[in-house]
């Protein structure tokens, strides 16, 4: 027995623990045993039609030939559309059967982004102001999707999307603010201009770097979810911006995590110079959705009947059902891509010119205004003059307006400003005013 003891503290073992740990290894050679049999006895019976795969990743038949699953580019998924190019309602079940008002309201907020466009590039031409992105050719993207949503949804944009920010009633004399950085920019004075944003109007403000949006705004979804407050996000960005990891990881996020969101890529063809042939192999941004388990659909972007139905459907759906919807809106970026670029480098005039004289958004519309009498040249001459006194007189206020105190460059960096923020603002004001003749202060707020 002291022998056996011994063994015992040895091996750390009580007498119970080693009867157990024999019971358990003649447990398991009679499994093996009994597995060998069963497997031998199953390979006599066996029907393998009749085997369903039991892997945990996927849920799928099997198939007892070999086949590459092909991808379907060349028909493509559809391009969904209510009217056609001269303004026509193709199937008359799909019109949203709009008010006179609502859809007059649609042409003027398109017209008036456009015009807004035109007035801030030249400023930029003339050197003005530093930067900006035009939004011709997309006009009906935005006016459609805004009008789909509620006040309240949550908005998070790329650049290309100032026509959003428009319709939910960001005066003109903000959009200008921003681009002249002046004392009343909201952000005051301190992104590139276009980089709008409006607590107030729910929109997120815009960053430079592509497609950071997207997983924010997934993350801003699930918190909508959990508020349980019927509200939606939605979040734009550019097919090139949707070749960004980030966007990857905001789909997947959203999908797996069941947030309320709309996925809404403009397809405008270009990122820059790099055509889609360039930007991916797939059949466009719309084919990736039903990868990540999201309900996708593809929309002609120049319809802004089209984009208008799909948005609220998603809109619709996603808050009911707690999931994330993709739209693919096809369209043509119309203008350079910014100021800094000339796209005549990298595409034709020919090609320009066909989306911006055969199918454009803005025409579209006043086709199908014009067929149901509720516009004519009279009232075209009015606005447009009207619409132009707006933009200048907005441009000219923001441009006489002064600059932010220099001091804000230090502000908001932290919430409050640290010790070394304080020893770096106080320095800059003894230098600012020993020199104070180098330095356009006269420009300035004080
Ligand atoms: C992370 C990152 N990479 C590169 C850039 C430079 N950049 C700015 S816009 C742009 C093209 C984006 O194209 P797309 O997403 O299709 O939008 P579009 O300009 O056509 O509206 C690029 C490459 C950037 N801002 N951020």
Redesign the pocket.
């Known amino acids: 027995m002291a022998v056996v003891r011994n063994i015992q503290k040895l091996w750390g073992l009580g007498v119970g623990a080693i009867r157990q740990h024999a019971a358990l290894r003649t447990s398991r050679v009679l499994q093996q045993r009994a597995f060998r049999l069963s497997g031998a006895q199953c390979q006599e019976s066996f029907d393998s039609s009749l085997e369903k795969p039991q892997f945990p990743g996927a849920s799928a038949e099997f198939i007892d030939h070999l086949e590459f699953i092909e991808p379907n580019v060349i028909a493509g998924i559809p391009v969904y559309r209510v009217m056609d190019r001269q303004g026509q309602i193709i199937n008359p079940s799909e019109d949203p059967q709009l008010s006179k008002d609502t859809v007059l309201n649609f042409y003027q907020k398109m017209t008036l982004l456009n015009t807004m466009d035109r007035i801030l590039y030249e400023s930029q031409r003339q050197g003005r102001i530093s930067f900006y992105m035009t939004n011709y050719g997309e006009e009906g993207t935005h006016i459609g999707s805004a009008a789909a949503l509620d006040s309240n949804d949550l908005v998070f944009g790329?650049y290309?999307e100032a026509g959003v920010l428009m319709y939910r009633g960001f005066p003109l004399d903000l959009f200008m603010a921003q681009c002249y950085a002046n004392a009343d920019d909201v952000g005051k004075g301190r992104q590139m201009p276009v980089h709008y944003g409006s607590k107030d109007h729910n929109f997120v403000t815009i960053s430079?770097?592509?497609?950071t949006q997207i997983p924010q705004a997934a993350g801003a979804a699930y918190a909508v979810k959990r508020e349980n407050s019927n509200r939606v996000v939605i979040c734009y960005?550019?097919?090139?911006?949707a070749s960004?990891g980030d966007a990857h990881a905001g789909f997947n996020f959203s999908a797996t995590l069941e947030c309320p969101i709309i996925f809404f890529c403009?397809n405008?063809g270009?990122?820059?110079s790099t055509p889609t042939h360039e930007q991916y192999r797939g059949d466009g941004i719309a084919a990736r959705g039903p990868g990540y388990g999201m309900l996708s659909i593809r929309v002609d972007g120049n319809d802004v009947f089209a984009v208008y139905n799909a948005t609220k459907e998603a809109r619709r759906r996603a808050v009911a059902e707690n999931q994330p919807f993709l739209i693919e809106a096809m369209t043509y970026?119309i203008g350079h891509?910014s100021t800094s670029d000339d796209s005549s480098a990298y595409r034709s005039v020919d090609e320009v010119n066909y989306w911006d004289k055969q199918d454009h958004p803005i025409s579209r519309l006043r086709h199908y205004m014009t067929a149901r009498g509720w516009w004519g040249e009279d009232e075209e001459r009015t606005w447009r003059k009207q619409s132009r006194k707006l933009v200048m007189e907005a441009f000219e206020r923001a441009e006489r307006r002064l600059k932010p105190n220099p001091e804000l460059i230090f502000t908001d960096v932290y919430d409050e400003l640290t010790p070394a923020l304080v020893r770096q603002r106080d320095s800059m004001m003894r230098h600012t005013q020993q020199y104070k003749e180098h330095y356009p202060f006269d420009l300035y707020e004080n």
Do not use: M
């Not at 960005?237 to 911006?241: L, M, N, R, V, Y």
């Open positions: 790329q290309r430079s770097p592509l497609a960005f550019g097919e090139g911006a960004e403009r405008n270009y990122a820059i970026r891509h």
